[in-house]
């Protein structure tokens, strides 16, 4: 999983194609949270420890999940752990992941604006339940997506350095 999305990472727009702070799922409760650790456990025995890179957030079962900004969709399908995901290119290698999905209603090469439909949360791939996992990439590698929903924390850490 994480080959395919650093190279898919390399898939992106030499241009912003996003406007604004980020939307996250609405009505939504957040169940893990980016970087958190996880344990996992066969027969009762420790068989791996990974960090989480992105954030579950739990609405009603099968809820419309928009994107999160402008973008172009570089990826749909199943991604192994991910299960049905979708995942956008926003320009100058910023990328977000939806994951888990139980429906896509987009195709790779489709522009969404911001707050469009593109698929419903689920449980598909690794998942525990019904949920969105989100995750944001730069250049393929994971980034706490908290941040990209904070126009501040854009102005300041991302937009000034790009003299924007």
Do not use: C
């Amino acid at each position: 999983n994480d080959a395919l999305l650093e190279q898919l990472g390399r898939q992106t727009a030499a241009e912003p194609l996003w406007h604004g702070a980020f939307l996250r799922l609405p009505n939504a409760a957040p169940r893990a949270g980016f970087a958190d650790a996880r344990d996992y456990y066969y027969q009762g025995r420790k068989v791996d420890h990974q960090a989480h890179l992105g954030v579950d957030l739990a609405s009603l079962q099968a809820a419309p999940v928009p994107a999160a900004n402008d973008g172009v969709v570089v990826e749909t399908g199943f991604i192994g752990i991910f299960g049905n995901a979708v995942l956008l290119d926003h320009g100058m290698g910023l990328q977000t992941l939806y994951s888990h999905l139980s429906q896509i209603d987009v195709k790779k090469g489709d522009s969404l604006k911001k707050g469009q439909i593109l698929g419903r949360t689920g449980a598909t791939g690794m998942a525990g339940g019904d949920h969105l996992h989100f995750g944001v990439l730069v250049s393929g590698l994971p980034v706490n997506p908290v941040e990209w929903w904070d126009q501040h924390w854009i102005n300041d850490n991302f937009l000034a350095k790009i003299g924007k």
